[in-house]
């Protein structure tokens, strides 16, 4: 019934920027709070940022002040600029979104994206 659709990943040089762009799709009636994680082959998934409907985020301690979320409620979007790459940042990162559907029964559904590359290389 929702469906989060990814873009932006890619290779980049170490201190380079990416952007990373997820648009929810379907049958929404609001999507409360979004985010980013992150995950490296045989690692748990760890959380890079979340945003509220009203704005608020909130970030890693290892992202902080080199990454900046935001999203576009109208469009349903989220998105993650990300500054100053580093080696470590190097992982599959999957949009996430609490989503309270609109078609009946009206019930909140956690969604998940498919998922995107990032590399940095040194």
């Known amino acids: 019934q929702v469906q989060l659709v990814e873009s932006g990943g890619g290779l980049v040089q170490a201190g380079g920027s990416l952007r990373l762009s997820c648009a929810a799709h379907?049958?929404?009636?609001?999507?409360?709070?979004m985010g980013w994680y992150r995950q490296v082959s045989g690692n748990q998934r760890e959380l890079v940022a979340t945003?509220?409907?009203?704005?608020?985020?909130n970030y890693a301690d290892s992202v902080k002040g080199r990454f900046t979320i935001s999203r576009d409620n109208a469009k349903n979007t989220v998105t993650l600029q990300m500054n100053s790459l580093r080696p470590e940042d190097t992982a599959v990162y999957y949009c996430?979104?609490?989503?309270?559907?609109?078609?009946?029964?009206?019930?909140?559904?956690?969604?998940w994206g498919q998922g995107t590359l990032v590399t940095v290389s040194s």
């Open positions: 996430n979104a609490l989503v309270i559907v609109a078609t009946p029964p009206v019930r909140s559904l956690e969604v």
């Open positions: 945003i509220t409907r009203g704005g608020t985020p």
């Open positions: 379907g049958s929404i009636f609001t999507i409360n709070t």
